[in-house]
Nanobody, 125 residues
């Protein structure tokens, strides 16, 4: 069992940066691929970024490549999403995800093992 708690969301202006954190409980955290998804109002949940259990492999959605960076600290049971050059279209609820098999290469939200409760990111123009 893995429990995920996100933090770090907020209201920022276009061009600003934010860092999201996802704290995980459970002794098996380091065995899970981790990822971030987001969901804007009226839209389906979409993949943002993912990282392998060791941190050696990452995967990004084309819309965030070069602006967002995912990382993890297994000693702290935490995964991060550094978001730079934020745009209004990045506005969404951001969800942390943990999965033994689908992440980091999978990009579908279907079948993900564990989810956090989400944190709101709002980017004003």
């Amino acid at each position: 069992q893995v429990q995920l708690v996100e933090s770090g969301g907020g209201l920022v202006q276009a061009g600003d940066s934010l860092r999201l954190s996802c704290a995980a409980s459970g002794r098996t955290f380091s065995t899970y691929g981790m990822g971030w998804f987001r969901q804007a109002p009226g839209k389906e949940r979409e993949f943002v970024a993912a990282i392998s259990w060791s941190g050696g492999r990452t995967n990004y959605a084309d819309s965030v490549k070069g602006r967002f960076t995912i990382s993890r600290d297994n000693a702290k049971n935490t995964v991060y999403l550094q978001m730079n050059s934020l745009k209004p279209e990045d506005t969404a609820v951001y969800y942390c995800a943990a999965d033994l098999g689908a992440l980091p290469h999978g990009t579908s939200w279907h079948g993900i093992d564990y989810w956090g409760q989400g944190t709101q990111v709002t980017v004003s123009s």
